[in-house]
C-alpha cells in the first residue's frame, strides 16, 4: 500500500465523523496556534529590548549611588546624596576613555502652558546628554553648555508635552510653567515611542542646575550618564570610571563603593538572556496543550480501532498485512495531527497579529517558529498515534471476523 492511497483512505475514514475529526483535532489547532502566539511575544520582546538598545547606543555606562549588594551602609535603594556635580566633572577630565557625561536629576510636575496643563516627568540633564542617549532633536536645539552652566530656565520639550500643550502650534520661544516656573522652550525631541505601558516621550529637559537649584533644591545629582569612546573601550571606561569615584570618595583598599557603574552592553546581553528564557518558558506552557491534543487523538484512535474491528478482520482475510493495518492507522493520526497543524499555524499568525494591534505589545511570528509548531505536531500524531496503529495490527483476524 503506497502512501498516497494509504493517505486517501485515512481521509475518507476521518471524513467519515467529520465532527469527531475536528473536536480531535482542536487539541492540535489550540496547541501550535499557542505555541506560535506564545514565542511571537517572547520574540517581539526581544526585539523590543535589542530596539531601545541600540537606540540608546551600546557604548553608554550609568553611573548610580550606592553599591551593589543591599548590605552595605550605601545600599542598592538607598540615598543619592554621595554623587556630586564635581564627579561627573571629574570623570571627564580624568578618564581617556570617556568622551562625554552627562549628570542627572529627575522628578515629576504639573506642566501649565495658556489654560493647558500636563503632568509630566522632568529630567536636569546636561548639554550632552542628546549626543549620549543618541536622541535627535526634532525642532529647534537643545541647550548649551554655557546655559546648564548659568542654571538658565529653558526646557526641551518630549513630542507627546508638545503634543498636548501646544496641539501642532509653534512651541519655540513660547514660556510654559513648571511648579511656577517659566521656562522657554528651546525645542522639541524627536518621538521615542512606548516602551511597555510607558510613553518616552511624555518628558521635559531642563539644565540639571536648574533643577537642582530650583525645582529640587538639593546639591547633589542622582546620575551620571557617560558616553564611552567606543564599544571596545566601555570596559576600560567602566575600570577608569570606578578607580576615579573611589579615590574622590576616599574609598579604603577592600572597602565596599558607594556607587555602581553599569555598562549597557551587560544589560543589554543580561536582558537579551532574560527575554530568551521568557520566549522559552512561553512556548513551554504552550506545548502543553500539544501534549493534551496528542493525548486526545489517542483516545480517539483507540475507539477508532475498536469500532472498525470487523474491517481490520475483512482487510486482513483478503491479504493485508501488520505493517499495512499499523500504516493505515498511523496515517490517520499523523493526518489528523497535520491538518490540526496547518490550522492551528493560522490560527497563532492571526492571534500574533491581534494581539500587536489590540496591546503595546510587539510580536514577531519567526518562520523558524512555525516550522517547529508543524514538526512537533506531527510527531505528536506518530507518538500518540503508534500505540493504537499497533494494536490494530495485532489483532487476530479470525477473531476480528467474529466481533460483533
Not at 564627579?87 to 506642566?111: E, F, G
Not at 541647550?143 to 529653558?154: C, D, L, N, P, R
Not at 492571534?351 to 489590540?358: D, E, F, H, N, V
Request: aromatic share 8%; net charge neutral; with cysteine.
Amino acid at each position: 500500500m503506497n502512501f498516497i492511497k494509504t493517505s486517501r483512505v485515512a481521509l475518507m475514514a476521518l471524513a467519515r465523523n467529520k465532527m469527531r475529526s475536528f473536536l480531535t483535532a482542536l487539541g492540535i489547532i489550540i496547541g501550535v496556534g499557542a505555541v506560535i502566539a506564545m514565542v511571537s511575544i517572547g520574540q517581539g520582546a526581544k526585539a523590543d529590548v535589542e530596539k531601545r538598545f541600540d537606540e540608546m547606543g551600546s557604548n553608554l555606562l550609568f553611573v548610580r549611588p550606592g553599591s551593589m549588594s543591599f548590605r552595605g551602609r550605601h545600599g542598592g535603594g538607598g540615598s543619592y546624596q554621595t554623587m556630586k556635580e564635581a564627579d561627573a566633572q571629574a570623570i571627564l577630565d580624568n578618564c581617556d576613555a570617556v568622551t562625554y557625561v552627562s549628570p542627572n536629576v529627575n522628578t515629576r510636575s504639573q506642566v501649565i502652558y495658556q489654560n493647558k496643563n500636563w503632568n509630566s516627568s522632568i529630567y536636569g540633564v546636561g548639554h550632552s546628554y542628546p549626543i549620549i542617549r543618541n536622541w535627535d532633536i526634532q525642532d529647534g536645539q537643545f541647550f548649551s553648555e554655557q546655559q546648564v552652566k548659568a542654571g538658565q530656565k529653558v526646557c526641551i520639550l518630549g513630542s507627546e508635552v508638545y503634543e498636548n500643550l501646544f496641539e501642532g502650534a509653534p512651541a519655540i520661544g513660547q514660556v510654559v510653567r513648571i511648579k511656577r516656573i517659566p521656562f522657554r522652550v528651546l525645542g522639541v525631541m524627536e518621538a521615542k515611542g512606548e516602551t511597555g505601558f510607558m510613553s518616552r516621550d511624555d518628558v521635559i529637559f531642563i539644565p540639571f542646575k536648574t533643577a537642582m537649584m530650583r525645582l529640587l533644591g538639593v546639591d547633589s545629582i542622582q546620575s551620571i550618564d557617560v558616553s564611552a569612546a567606543s564599544l571596545d573601550s566601555t570596559a576600560e571606561a567602566q575600570a577608569q570610571i570606578e578607580e576615579v569615584l573611589r579615590i574622590r570618595h576616599k574609598i579604603a583598599p577592600g572597602a565596599e563603593d558607594d556607587f555602581n557603574v553599569r555598562n549597557m552592553s551587560d544589560i543589554a546581553e543580561s536582558a537579551s538572556e532574560s527575554t530568551r528564557i521568557l520566549t522559552i518558558l512561553l512556548g513551554g506552557i504552550a506545548s502543553i496543550y500539544l501534549l493534551v491534543g496528542g493525548i486526545g487523538i489517542m483516545n480517539i484512535m483507540l475507539v477508532s480501532v475498536t469500532e472498525r474491528i470487523r474491517e481490520i478482520g475483512i482487510r486482513m482475510s483478503v491479504g493485508a498485512k501488520e505493517r499495512d493495518i499499523l500504516l493505515q492507522f498511523l496515517t490517520e493520526a499523523i493526518v489528523l495531527s497535520l491538518l490540526g497543524g496547518i490550522l492551528g499555524i493560522f490560527l497563532g499568525i492571526g492571534s500574533a497579529q491581534l494581539i500587536s494591534r489590540l496591546s503595546p505589545m510587539q510580536t514577531v511570528v519567526l518562520p523558524s517558529s512555525i516550522a517547529l509548531a508543524f514538526l512537533f505536531s506531527g510527531s505528536v500524531g506518530v507518538f500518540f498515534g503508534f500505540y493504537p496503529a499497533r494494536k490494530a495490527s495485532k489483532l487476530d483476524p479470525i477473531d476480528a471476523l467474529r466481533y460483533e
